[in-house]
């Protein structure tokens, strides 16, 4: 039984830090790659951060030097640190996990960004 499951998220004021949380099971997740996407109102959804398998990092234009994903491979989880946050950071952060035979998402953690 896949379950993804996305923790942390919040009301934080614009300059302030987030960690969210992607919790991980029944799925191989060291042979998986891991993302992060954010989906905020009336947009698109978009990649914010990728962690691959070998721990190799991408982030998106809006979010980079802001944003650090990291994994635990022992916990089965994966974080996304998110710090200089902006009013157009607010959106539903979503964890996707990807690999050969599996393409699963989480439920979605809101994130707001509001003084």
């Known amino acids: 039984h896949v379950h993804i499951a996305e923790s942390g998220g919040g009301l934080v004021q614009p300059g302030g830090s987030l960690t969210l949380s992607c919790a991980v099971s029944g799925i191989t997740f060291n042979r998986s790659a891991i993302s992060w996407f954010r989906q905020g109102s009336g947009n698109k959804r978009e990649s914010v951060a990728v962690?691959?398998?070998?721990?190799?990092?991408t982030y998106g234009d809006a979010v980079k030097y802001r944003l650090t994903i990291s994994r635990d491979r022992a916990k089965q989880m994966v974080f996304l640190q998110m710090s200089s946050l902006k009013p157009e950071d607010t959106a539903v952060y979503y964890c996707n996990v990807l690999n050969d035979t599996e393409d699963r998402w989480g439920q979605g953690n809101q994130v707001i960004v509001s003084s």
């Open positions: 962690i691959g398998r070998s721990r190799g990092t």
